[in-house]
């Protein structure tokens, strides 16, 4: 199939940018949308002009670094895929495809479609982790932990920190991000002993970064590429709620 | 955490909204409930007594004082929060997602307050403020057989003729019922959101309890906006006299 694509190019972080036309020809409907990229890439290549810079890694939906806002919906017009396994089947020979990369002030543009997404790792930084005994690991059946909540807290883990719902939420708030970090270790009994302190530390640094503020709105759960549910926010709320109002340090 | 961190960080504030909403949904039925006395066709009677019940005792005039402070918490902090969130994004998207995933209603709370604030101000000017510091007609009813009596008759009580003011209002100028219906719509585009995103602020995860908050805040606003609807209408179409 033959496609225009209309591509946001942007030199670096200072600069402005601007969307550029370009043709591609003789693509297969079995290519992933990445792929269909490296054949526009190479072309530009050939033609002595300077590729389109964009994020990608494993290529097989589970490192989080692919981060296309395509056609107006972040990671494409598939439900449940990052960008990577979006296939060309999903579009028409002579479609116009419209790419820009996620926008928030919290996720600074790097280069063309590439943005800064090191928010996400300073607010896990801030609480995301557990403390574990050193030495031998003990038994993995040791602490008993009920089914359902194995099972919620594994669907929250699914979080690859893409930050897709940043880019899809009207008030670019990352709290679908923040909700399933803290959810999957707020389920399970390992997370117990930062129970007090990670949703408090992990919403501070959140502020800190510059997101917005969730107004429940749903759209970052329909763009979700690993379908994380939008109780995991209700969820966090009540963990803000018991953690902030039990909290006896006057300062955090 | 100290109490101004746990209110002013960004999971504070949606809290400080979802509780002074919840007061300001109880709020309606009250206000909705007694509102719904003009229905009795009795020339004002049962809701005159009302009102001038509410206007008098200290209970109710306390929590008057509340239901403001509720009143200019939500708004000062939906406007504050609405232009933050506003400012978060940068450059916008040449493509906008549009309806994909979140009702319009739900991304629209801050225009639809902004016309609800709009039509607050109207309203408390042409209702709250004439029976609070008078500019309404008296009307005595007497005391034992509850009816409408003239001035200076033994046993009557005065009272103000709120329910004439709203007749006057709904009967002569056509264009006040038109923005009273707008301002319900707004009211009720807000509701349905807010009613089902306040208790989600407030942590309820449940998968069960969910799909109840949601019914019920849909059937709550459908009764409450409705019965607001149909008062001015009662009046101008000659229902109640």
Redesign the interface.
Known sequence: MNLTL?VWKQKNAESG?K?ETYKVSNISSEMSFLEMFDVLNEQLIREGKEPIAFDHDCREGICGMCSM?I???PHGPWHGTTTCQLHMRAFKDGDTI?V?PW????FPVVKDLIVDRSAFDRIIQAGGYISVNTGNAQDGNAIPIPKENADKAFAAAACIGCGACVA?C????A?LFLSAKVSHLALLPQGEAEKKDRA?NM??Q??RE??????????????CPKEIE????????????????A?D???? | ??WS??FT???????TMALSGIFLILFLIVHAGLNACIWANDGGVMFNKAAHFMGSMVVPRVLEIGLFLFFLLHIIQGIV?EL???????????????N????WN??A?GILGALILIFLVIHISDFWIPSRFGGLQPMFIDNASGQIVPEGTPGAKEYHDLYGEMKYQFTEYPWIIIIYELGVIALFWHLV?GF??SF??????N?KY?GLIKGTGVVYSVIICLAFMLMPLSFYLGWIQ
């Not at chain 1, 009207?170 to 708030?173: I, L, P, Q």
């Not at chain 1, 510059?210 to 763009?223: D, I, L, P, Q, Y």
């Not at chain 1, 939008?230 to 953690?243: D, F, K, S």
Request: one cysteine or more; charged letters at 20%.
């Open positions: 209309k940018g969307f806002y056609n107006g919906r419209v820009e926008r928030a002030k919290a899809a009207k008030n670019s708030s709290l408090l919403i501070a959140m502020d510059g997101f917005g503020s969730c107004t429940n709105t749903g759209a970052c759960e329909a763009v939008i109780t995991n926010i209700a969820r966090l709320n009540g963990e803000y709620l018991g953690a902030g109002l909290s340090t006057r300062k955090h | 955490m100290n961190q746990f960080s960004s999971v504070g504030k949606k809290i929060l933050q969130n506003r400012s978060k994004r940068g450059v916008g998207y040449a493509v906008k997602m549009g994909r995933g979140s009702t739900s991304r709370m959101h089902q995103s989600r602020t407030l942590g309820l995860t998968h969910i």
